[in-house]
């Protein structure tokens, strides 16, 4: 098997494994953190961590365009915050059944996991004032990761255990 091309993107990493088939499959979309944007706030794919992935699959020999699947490790942002994209881009987009929800509607689905938490902080005690403080983003998330929805007829349910042919055999 050849060895997997790490994508690190800032204290993240994506990695991509040639298709037997041709083609890369992606082990995780990579945050969206926008470069520049412009008036109608549509983001400059080639800037960000978008056009990083694309410079690293370029040093290791692939296109963005190779991308035939990506295979989403879980729901988190930082993990599938690029899923849209590349789903917009042809690429099948693979999870596991109980992310593809999350994964489906983005940034809102987590607001409200996080307010149900708040609410549920307060509910025990735990003083508004100091409940808030657990809504903002902390340690190393940057303000400028975005997570849009992916489309949900693009997540495709994988299995644990699924196999992927892969090239050099596995």
């Not at 994506?14 to 041709?22: D, E, N, S, W």
């Given at each position: 098997?050849?060895?997997?091309?790490?994508?690190?993107?800032?204290?993240?990493?994506?990695?991509?494994?040639?298709?037997?088939?041709?083609?890369?499959?992606?082990?995780?979309?990579?945050?969206?953190?926008?470069?520049?944007?412009?008036?109608?706030?549509?983001t400059?794919?080639?800037?960000?961590?978008?056009?990083?992935?694309?410079?690293l699959?370029?040093?290791?020999?692939?296109?963005?365009?190779?991308?035939?699947?990506?295979?989403?490790?879980?729901?988190?942002?930082?993990?599938?915050?690029?899923?849209?994209?590349?789903?917009?881009?042809?690429?099948?987009?693979?999870?596991?059944?109980?992310?593809?929800d999350?994964?489906?509607?983005?940034?809102?689905?987590?607001?409200?996991?996080?307010?149900?938490?708040?609410?549920?902080l307060?509910?025990?005690?735990?003083?508004?004032?100091?409940?808030?403080?657990?809504?903002?983003?902390?340690?190393?998330?940057?303000p400028?990761y975005?997570?849009?929805?992916?489309?949900?007829?693009?997540?495709?349910?994988?299995?644990?255990?699924?196999?992927?042919?892969?090239?050099?055999?596995?």
């Amino acid at each position: 098997m050849t060895d997997p091309l790490p994508l690190p993107l800032g204290d993240n990493a994506a990695y991509a494994l040639p298709l037997a088939g041709g083609g890369v499959l992606l082990v995780d979309a990579g945050p969206e953190i926008p470069g520049t944007e412009n008036s109608e706030g549509d983001t400059n794919l080639e800037g960000g961590t978008r056009g990083e992935i694309g410079a690293l699959l370029a040093a290791g020999g692939f296109a963005p365009g190779d991308v035939r699947a990506v295979l989403l490790t879980h729901w988190h942002l930082d993990h599938c915050g690029l899923a849209w994209r590349w789903a917009a881009e042809g690429a099948r987009i693979l999870a596991g059944a109980d992310d593809i929800d999350p994964i489906a509607a983005g940034q809102p689905w987590n607001d409200a996991r996080v307010e149900a938490r708040l609410h549920t902080l307060i509910e025990h005690g735990c003083p508004p004032e100091l409940a808030a403080r657990f809504s903002q983003p902390t340690r190393r998330r940057p303000p400028a990761y975005r997570w849009r929805a992916c489309p949900r007829e693009a997540i495709e349910a994988v299995a644990d255990g699924a196999e992927f042919a892969l090239e050099g055999g596995a």
